[in-house]
Nanobody, 122 residues
Framework: QVRLAESGGGLVEAGGSLRLSCAAS???????MGWFRQPPEKERELVAD????????RYVEFAKDRFTISRDNAKNTVYLQMNNLKPEDTAEYYC????????????????WGQGTLVTVSS
């Protein structure tokens, strides 16, 4: 079972940037890792993911132009660079692991991190 630990959240003004990190430890056999977020009083939603070996990425529409997901295999770490942050980006951000070559991450979740809070002020 892979264990995930997020860091990098915090308070930032609109237009600013943050980089989230997620370090994986323990048994690590997941095909992909990614980020979800849950805004206040809303459902959890996918932000982006990346395949661990191939490095192929996916982004939801709101993240395509402003967020970048990447990974460092040697460090077992995935990152989410968030630029031009907006108040609407305020949410608890969660790292996740899972998926396969034929099943997307959101349909085959193996593990979650504890979350890191991102607050964007206007």
């Amino acid at each position: 079972q892979v264990r995930l630990a997020e860091s990098g959240g915090g308070l930032v003004e609109a237009g600013g940037s943050l980089r989230l990190s997620c370090a994986a430890s323990g048994r690590f056999t997941s095909y992909a890792m990614g980020w979800f977020r849950q805004p206040p009083e809303k459902e959890r939603e996918l932000v982006a993911d990346i395949s661990w070996f191939g490095g192929n990425t996916r982004y939801v529409e709101f993240a395509k132009d402003r967020f970048t997901i990447s990974r460092d295999n040697a460090k077992n770490t995935v990152y989410l660079q968030m630029n031009n942050l907006k108040p609407e980006d305020t949410a608890e951000y969660y790292c996740a692991a899972g998926g396969s070559s034929t099943v997307p991450l959101e349909d085959a979740l193996d593990a979650w991190g504890q979350g890191t809070l991102v607050t964007v002020s206007s």
